[in-house]
């Protein structure tokens, strides 16, 4: 007598026997259907292991050795299971999957009886990490050291420079970042920490200063990669108003200039109009540790650059300049 205590539980699978008596030799056995793989074979009561037989085509059973006569066969054959989704509810961990002894699967997941990815153990520097993946393609998550690392899962060893991230037409979207990027080694020197872009207001100004001026058009823009700085402007003003003193400065630069000689920088003037000199030509340099240019002009072709006095804006200029620079940071 057998019964059940409470709810009685649904089934999750069904099953199907076919019995036969076997002829003398007989190696073929038409059952009533089953799924491959979901099947078990007995021989007078014996389980046979896959190897014994072939049952591949979803109706026969074929054995690798002819049967004797009077020898029973059975094939129990099972439906795919349902699976049954459910809440745990618990104050605490609700499932916990201990391996001991050594390292390795903790997990095995399957498709048709085949292996596509484990979750397992594996130690490395005498800690215990957790690996996820299939075959020598797994991510291992490192505790001791803060990171998630490209690893065979298959034997546990480190896949340095060996694993993708995304492929080709099957790419990520956006990565957001508080560190850097290293590109092309491990070093400070590979370390991409910053990208920008955006916009500035460049000023035309002087030594000393500059009032009253206004402007039909006053655009910048930059690029910033790194330390080093891309500017690009278009300026038209309309009236210079008030500048004086001894040299002449573009100003507003995005970034202040760094520090040491090494981030010395430049630019030109790639057109202009409406000067208050006549140049064969204007080049700009950076000042340390300031956000503004020094303009220099050439009198004629051949002859040295000098530095270009307030008055050589003239009373309403038109430019386009780029400027490239380094920042300390």
Known sequence: MSGYIGTQPVPQATQTRDS?????GQTSFATSGYTPNFLDVYLNGVKLTATDYTASNGSDVVLASGAATGDVLEVVAFTTFDVVTDTITAAGTALTLDRTGSDGTILDLKKDGSTVGSIGAQTRTGNTELGIGTGDTGLNFFNQGD?????NMDNGFDRNGAIDLGRDGVAFKDLYLSGGVYLGGTGSANKLDDYEE????????SSNGESGQSYNSQE???????SLVYCSAWINVTSIGTIGGSYAFLKGLPFTVGSGNKNYGGGVIQHWSGFGVNSAGFTIYTELNTTYCYIHYRSSFGTEATYMPPAGWGSSPNLMVTITYRTDS
């Open 20 to 24: 036969f008596t076997c002829t003398a």
């Open 220 to 226: 910048g823009s930059y690029t910033k990669v790194g």
């Open 198 to 205: 955006g916009t500035w207001t460049p000023v035309l100004s």
């Open 147 to 151: 990171a998630i690392c490209p690893v």
